[in-house]
């Protein structure tokens, strides 16, 4: 019997430093409540540690997102953060800002990021250890 999906999630609560001049989170917030998301994730599952091991860093060159619905002072979110896909050269990490203790979709985005050698000052292939370390990590079901 497989163990059901449990994506990574990471709360957070809307300050008022959070805002804009409309009332609700500005968009470009929205990166940091992800950034957080990605930076519990990797350090909870423990490839954050392997990758600073190895001096590999993660590198984002894309990030799509779509914003579903504003999120006002005091609201609490949750951030669900798993990966979306492995390829050669690239992966993608996808996240769903809900509120929290609802289905209600805040917003999602789809991160695109590669594996930065510090070493070599390029990005690697996503092989062997490399590969395995995000095999091993929470992945969003395939839909059908």
Same mark, same amino acid.
């Given at each position: 019997?497989?163990?059901?999906?449990?994506?990574?999630?990471?709360?957070?609560?809307?300050?008022?430093?959070?805002?804009?001049?409309?009332?609700?989170?500005?968009?470009?917030?929205?990166?940091?409540?992800?950034?957080?998301?990605?930076?519990?994730?990797?350090?909870?599952?423990?490839?954050?540690?392997?990758?600073?091991?190895?001096?590999?860093?993660?590198?984002? /060159?894309?990030?799509?997102?779509?914003?579903?619905?504003? %999120? #006002?002072?005091? !609201?609490?979110?949750? =951030?669900?953060? +798993?990966?979306?896909?492995?390829?050669?050269?690239?992966?993608?990490?996808?996240?769903?800002?809900?509120?929290?203790?609802?289905?209600?979709?805040?917003?999602?985005?789809?991160?695109?990021?590669? /594996?930065?050698?510090?070493?070599?000052?390029?990005?690697? %292939? #996503?092989?062997? !250890?490399?590969?395995? =370390?995000?095999? +091993?990590?929470?992945?969003?079901?395939?839909?059908?």
């Amino acid at each position: 019997m497989s163990t059901p999906f449990q994506p990574h999630l990471t709360d957070i609560k809307v300050r008022g430093y959070h805002l804009d001049l409309y009332g609700h989170v500005n968009n470009a917030r929205y990166l940091e409540f992800l950034e957080e998301a990605r930076w519990g994730f990797t350090e909870d599952h423990g490839s954050f540690e392997a990758f600073t091991k190895a001096s590999l860093a993660f590198v984002i /060159v894309n990030i799509n997102i779509d914003y579903r619905r504003p %999120a #006002m002072m005091g !609201e609490q979110l949750v =951030i669900e953060t +798993a990966m979306q896909k492995i390829g050669s050269r690239s992966a993608m990490i996808h996240q769903a800002v809900k509120l929290k203790g609802t289905d209600t979709l805040v917003a999602e985005a789809d991160v695109t990021f590669v /594996v930065f050698s510090q070493k070599t000052g390029s990005a690697v %292939a #996503m092989e062997n !250890e490399v590969r395995a =370390i995000f095999e +091993a990590l929470p992945t969003w079901p395939t839909k059908s």
